[in-house]
């Protein structure tokens, strides 16, 4: 469009590309003739953006904490003999490689602490938990905990619109 020359009658406003002209890519793609590629174009539509997996551990967090908290107002009273607190208020979600860890802090006898926690693997979108071997009886409690509010915070996040 040349905007040197004066709107004749015979203008239509209707085959101005306005995007074009203005020096963005047109909102209207042209029709493919060939359905293979209109099939390809589609999917690209519906793929969902990557997300960060950082932020992923934060939302984590935020909602395991939650769940802990909730969890602890039912009654949780689990407090190994040797450990002195735990704070439930400690609770954290760390990420390392593909790998989520929900731990807590537990202070024991003799100004020692500990974070035990539950790990998950995250591949392709799904979230599988580690099976941990060896946990001491007195332990099973506190990682259950753990591990219920883990679960919840995941399926609450997959629940979202985003994930």
Known sequence: MDFDQPITPDFNADEVDFFA???ALSSVQPA???PLHNILLEEEEHEMPEVDPVLVAELLQVLAQH?????????FDALPENAQNIDLNSARVTLSDD????SLLVE????????PCVR?????GDFDFVEE???PSVWKPLYDLLENAFKQ????LKSSTYF
């Open 120 to 124: 998950v693997q995250h591949n392709a």
């Open 153 to 156: 915070a995941i399926q609450s």
């Open 21 to 23: 002209e203005l020096g």
């Open 32 to 34: 493919s003739s060939n």
């Open 99 to 102: 790998e989520y860890r929900l």
């Open 108 to 115: 024991l006898q003799g100004n020692q602490q500990i974070r």
């Open 133 to 135: 071997n060896n946990i």
């Open 67 to 75: 769940n802990i908290r909730q969890q602890s107002e039912d009654g």
